[in-house]
């Protein structure tokens, strides 16, 4: 993936957050953007968003626990689960604003 592409998943995954989830902080760690509650509080941790060479990975902290009936939600470990975005058409593709507002309800 080139930079122009990654730029804009990322762009286009800011301005989602921002309207299906304003209360969150977001936090750069990790080469990337974590989404909190709490500002600088990592226990407070809703997922985040990472750029790789092959993609934008957008990440849950407790995906194991979000509802995923179409399967979209890669990982199988015991929390974790994320979405591979390679343009910015599978942020909506694959629900991504969905998926950030169960992760919010989580509480």
Same mark, same amino acid.
């Given at each position: 993936?080139?930079?122009?592409?990654?730029?804009?998943?990322?762009?286009?995954?800011?301005?989602?957050?921002?309207?299906?989830?304003?209360?969150?902080?977001?936090?750069?760690?990790?080469?990337?953007?974590?989404?909190?509650?709490?500002?600088?509080?990592?226990?407070?941790?809703?997922?985040?968003?990472?750029?790789?060479?092959?993609?934008?990975?957008?990440?849950?902290?407790?995906?194991?626990?979000? #509802?995923?009936?179409?399967?979209?939600?890669?990982?199988?470990?015991?929390?974790?689960?994320?979405?591979?975005?390679? #343009?910015?058409?599978?942020?909506?593709?694959?629900?991504?604003?969905?998926?950030?507002?169960?992760?919010?309800?989580?509480?």
């Amino acid at each position: 993936m080139d930079g122009t592409t990654q730029a804009a998943i990322i762009d286009a995954l800011e301005e989602m957050v921002a309207e299906v989830a304003p209360e969150l902080h977001g936090r750069r760690m990790y080469g990337g953007q974590m989404l909190e509650r709490e500002s600088g509080v990592a226990a407070t941790a809703v997922g985040g968003y990472f750029g790789y060479k092959p993609h934008v990975s957008f990440e849950f902290s407790h995906g194991a626990r979000l #509802s995923d009936p179409d399967g979209m939600l890669e990982g199988g470990g015991k929390a974790r689960r994320h979405l591979k975005l390679r #343009s910015v058409a599978d942020i909506e593709a694959k629900g991504c604003a969905g998926f950030l507002a169960q992760a919010v309800a989580l509480g």
